[in-house]
T-cell receptor
């Protein structure tokens, strides 16, 4: 597609439910990133993929967070047993290599 | 740890005036800086970048200035328009893929 596509755009979950957020990067982009953006804050790094390899997951807040990119294209961020503090916008970005990141519009997660 | 922050959380300017958005960074090893614009409900959009071997870089109506001595970055928007209303973030990187974003400045353009 023309840009980074994320789905769902909005997700409401009850505390304790599992959620899965999808990212479809720009075709051909090797690098893929997940960021978490709390209300009124800047994006915070979660994890980084180069093709299918997850090279850095140091930003994942807990072991309830898991990301994958099995074929080096689409990525899924999974959050298990969601908590209220997980409420945020989850942004996916892709790039050819280092340099400009192209962001999707984000998935807004609300945990009740 | 290292952080990138902004001096002003909200900036209001008259349409047609110039805007200056400031950013301070603390990691002296940072060598790449980017300004992003984020409109409500959308993802951040690249505006302009600058590497540490430069002091100034110009784009269309935007200029980024880098002062490495005081670790300060600014974004200047000429002839500010209503469409410029958004939150602006600076981000820095120290030669890796990881970008650290500041908190953001909200720019309000007054008609």
């Amino acid at each position: 597609g023309a840009g980074v596509s994320q789905s769902p755009r909005y997700k409401v979950a009850k505390r304790g439910q599992d959620v899965a957020l999808r990212c479809d990067p720009i075709s051909g982009h090797v690098s893929l990133f997940w960021y978490q953006q709390a209300l009124g804050q800047g994006p915070e790094f979660l994890t980084y993929f180069q093709n299918e390899a997850q090279l850095d997951k140091s930003g994942l807040p807990s072991d309830r967070f898991f990301a994958e990119r099995p074929e080096g294209s689409v990525s899924t961020l999974k959050i298990q047993r969601t908590q209220q503090e997980d409420s945020a916008v989850y942004l996916c970005a892709s790039s050819l290599s280092a340099g400009e990141l192209f962001f999707g519009e984000g998935s807004r997660l609300t945990v009740l | 740890g290292e952080s990138v922050g902004l001096h002003l959380p909200t900036l209001s300017v008259q349409e047609g005036d110039n805007s200056i958005i400031n950013c301070a960074y603390s990691n002296s090893a940072s060598d790449y800086f980017i300004w992003y614009k984020q409109e409500s409900g959308k993802g951040p959009q690249f505006i302009i970048d600058i590497r540490s071997n430069m002091d100034k870089r110009q784009g269309q109506r935007v200029t980024v200035l880098l002062n490495k001595t005081v670790k300060h970055l600014s974004l200047q928007i000429a002839a500010t328009q209503p469409g410029d209303s958004a939150v602006y973030f600076c981000a820095e990187s120290s030669g890796t893929y990881k970008y650290i974003f500041g908190t953001g400045t909200r720019l309000k353009v007054l008609a």
